[in-house]
């Protein structure tokens, strides 16, 4: 299986601040990485595929980039509603896995 | 629009076997590409992949629960179909069901989520 680890855990963050979250995965996955947000009481929601690729309708301040096995998310000028828990996917084999979660929280 | 909803008991008996419905609605899991699969996260916790399957019924399972799984699909009533035997206290998650617009793609759209406790 491939492990995706991501870090940190969590960050402290104010509104208007550059957050960038790191995922690494345990042996290459070419760009096979996609990148979510989810809310409390809430399904996960994809805002980046294919580790660099924008989903439809997903505010430009969130970029992925990456390839093999390092990929960043970076929030650009975090707002308000941002602040929520990101995972990381590795799609390109069989178990997909999860990395375990970054917490953006508010300083 | 892509829809999709899960649907099943809220709680259930140690041993027993769930079975969750997804049903979707907005595409067709007889498109070449597509797949639907299955994800869970415990209170709390991080998300585990289930079982996928795609438009051609080849299906792909955790290996960890590989042998408690099986996923089926209903293309003329826009369903898939998980059960997951023998239910233990710590099968207790949010359920979702999620669409695999591609082979190698991410899952693009997500249920809203199906809650399911094991408890005598």
């Known amino acids: 299986d491939i492990q995706m680890t991501q870090s940190p855990s969590s960050v402290s963050a104010s509104v208007g601040d550059r957050v960038t979250i790191t995922c690494r995965a345990s042996?290459?996955?070419?760009?096979?990485l996609a990148w979510y947000q989810q809310k409390p009481g809430k399904a996960p929601k994809l805002l980046i595929y294919e580790a660099s690729s924008l989903q439809s309708g997903v505010p430009s301040r969130f970029s992925g980039s990456g390839s093999g096995t390092d990929f960043t998310l970076t929030i650009n000028s975090l707002q308000p509603e941002d602040f929520a828990t990101y995972y990381c996917?590795?799609?390109?084999?069989?178990?997909?896995?999860f990395g375990g979660g970054t917490k953006v929280e508010l300083k | 629009q892509i829809t999709l909803k899960e649907s099943g008991p809220t709680l259930v008996k140690p041993t027993q076997t769930l079975t969750l419905t997804c049903t979707f609605s907005g595409f067709s899991l007889s498109t070449s590409g597509v797949g639907v699969g299955w994800i869970r996260q415990p209170p709390g916790k991080a998300l585990e992949w289930l079982a996928l399957?795609?438009?051609?019924?080849?299906?792909r399972y955790s290996p960890s629960l590989k042998s408690r799984l099986t996923i089926t699909k209903d293309t003329s009533k826009n369903q898939v179909v998980l059960t997951m035997t023998n239910m233990d206290p710590v099968d207790t998650a949010t359920y979702y069901c999620?669409?695999?617009?591609?082979?190698?793609?991410?899952?693009?759209?997500w249920g809203q989520g199906t809650m399911v406790t094991v408890s005598s």
């Open positions: 999620a669409q695999r617009p591609s082979v190698w793609g991410a899952f693009d759209i």
């Open positions: 996917q590795q799609a390109n084999s069989f178990p997909l896995t």
């Open positions: 399957i795609y438009w051609d019924d080849d299906k």
């Open positions: 042996q290459g996955i070419s760009s096979w």
